[in-house]
């Protein structure tokens, strides 16, 4: 039996690309440099993290007639010599570290500058994406909002401990003990009520249990380190949700600063409908999907699965720009929604979508598990995909197709339109009716529909 034929790869003979070429090896306190030899006296040099010594550095590759350099993505290290090199006019290849190992047995900080700038005078480094300065900048507020977002929901968690202490049993009847009803009884036992008849009173009209269940959970041992305790994190609480008001309130601002981004022939017309539901917990406080469309010229919240903030952290993470990535398979590949088999010997040893830490990817999965019961094509998509290959890579699969979805609207800029689930169930089975009649023909047998004599 033959095997398959595979095309072969032509590999370029190994040339030097970039000749004025420099490498970079950041650190905390120290930051070393490679030039190429014969540019200076010192071909490798060190440099202080200070401000003016960074400015020392850019000088010094100047008069080294250096036009591009490679760095590696150590932490946070490396963000205020990138912005310097950037705004200096150095073209400069961010290189993820993992990408940069060195020959086992001989690690330095001088060995490592010279293999940086080695590997990128030959061109073998692939720089890493980063989105423009004015999405970075909303992208940094996103990032500490979403953290501040996180830090207010511990505080969440340490009243629920304070009350569960005093046996306060407000969480067995409250699906939420930080929503009204929940809220308002807590602040009335901070402020010293103790009657469990007037703290159920402050029950919200939709609330489902009934007055007599929440004042019987409200009989509880109100110690005095206990509700110092419920006292604190109820004013951390209410700090990080101030917080959270002053982060929107400077994420309004630069969207309304930002530039309008280059408008292409075709760009969507369609502003998105103001939202008449009831704002819930989390969201921006204000309107987060219109400032999104004015700086997108499109509407990301109308394909299913897709909020504000979903859209919000999307767009700070891609960008704008779709020609960075040539088809939308290496934008999948990018976002870690793509499988990356590893083959040898004709075999594959590893499968599945690699592990990463893409923020754009975990919000696209978010997005996909809320398509569960969705009266949409993408809904329907997730239900078959579970059904046949699980939850976990039904997840995978769909947001794979939203990310397809939103790459396409990005770059065509074109309003979505979504099908329908019958739609899509019409579709999958004139595709599977398809596929039979083609594998009975091949197999010389010919299909009839059901109720019809067969000849």
């Known amino acids: ?105 001989r ?60 046996n306060v049993q407000l969480a067995n009847v409250l699906s939420d003990i930080s929503g009204v009803t929940g809220m308002k009884i807590i602040r009335a036992i901070v402020a010293g009520e103790r009657d469990p008849q007037v703290l159920a009173s402050f029950r919200h009209g939709q609330c489902a249990r009934s007055e007599a269940d929440i004042a019987k959970s409200l009989q509880g041992n109100y110690r005095r380190e206990h509700l110092f305790a419920l006292q604190q994190a ?33 760009i969507a017309n369609r502003p998105p409908k103001p939202s008449r539901s009831k704002r819930r917990k989390n969201q921006a406080s204000f309107d987060l999907s219109l400032s999104l469309y004015q700086l997108t010229g499109v509407d990301l919240t109308q394909v299913d699965g897709i909020d504000a903030l979903t859209a919000q952290t999307i767009v700070s993470e891609i960008g704008l720009d779709m020609s960075k990535w040539p088809t939308v ?67 995978v699969a769909t947001a794979h197709k939203l990310a397809r979805i939103i790459y396409h609207i990005l770059k065509y800029r074109e309003d979505y339109v979504d099908p329908g689930a019958a739609y899509y169930e019409a579709q999958h089975r004139e595709r599977t009716i398809r596929n039979l009649l083609r594998k009975a023909a091949k197999l010389g047998f010919r299909l009839e529909p059901a109720g019809l004599p067969v000849s």
């Open 234 to 266: 109820v004013q951390l609480y209410d700090m990080y949700g101030r917080q959270i008001l002053a982060c929107d309130a400077e994420l309004e601002t630069l969207y309304r600063d930002s530039a309008p981004p280059h408008k292409p022939d075709r």
């Open 107 to 166: 690690k330095s900080d001088v060995l490592d500058c010279q293999w940086i700038q080695q590997l990128h005078t030959y061109g073998l480094l692939r720089a890493s994406f980063r989105p423009p300065e004015e999405i970075c900048a909303i992208r940094a507020l996103v990032r500490h909002r979403q953290m501040l977002v996180r830090y207010r929901a511990a505080h969440i968690q340490h009243m629920q401990k304070a009350l569960q202490l005093m």
């Open 329 to 395: 398979k290496h934008f999948t590949s990018w976002l870690g929604l793509s499988p990356q088999n590893e083959v040898s010997a004709g075999k594959v040893k590893r499968r599945g979508t690699p592990r990463t830490q893409n923020r754009a990817n975990t919000a696209l999965r978010v997005a996909a598990q809320t398509l569960a019961r969705s009266d949409s094509a993408c809904g329907a998509f997730y239900r078959r995909m579970r059904a046949k290959h699980g939850s976990p890579k039904a997840i």
């Open 1 to 105: 039996m033959s095997k398959r034929k595979r095309k072969a790869i032509q590999f370029d003979a190994l040339e030097q690309l970039n000749l004025h070429a420099a490498g970079i090896d950041v650190h905390a306190e120290e930051i070393f440099v490679a030039v190429p030899q014969g540019r200076d006296a010192e071909s490798v040099r060190s440099f202080p993290t200070f401000t003016i010594d960074l400015h020392q550095l850019a000088d010094w590759l100047e008069s080294c007639r250096i036009e591009t350099v490679a760095m590696e993505s150590t932490g946070v290290y490396w963000i205020p010599l990138y912005e310097i090199l950037e705004h200096r006019g150095f073209d400069v290849c961010l290189v993820n570290a993992r990408h940069l190992k060195n020959v086992p047995g």
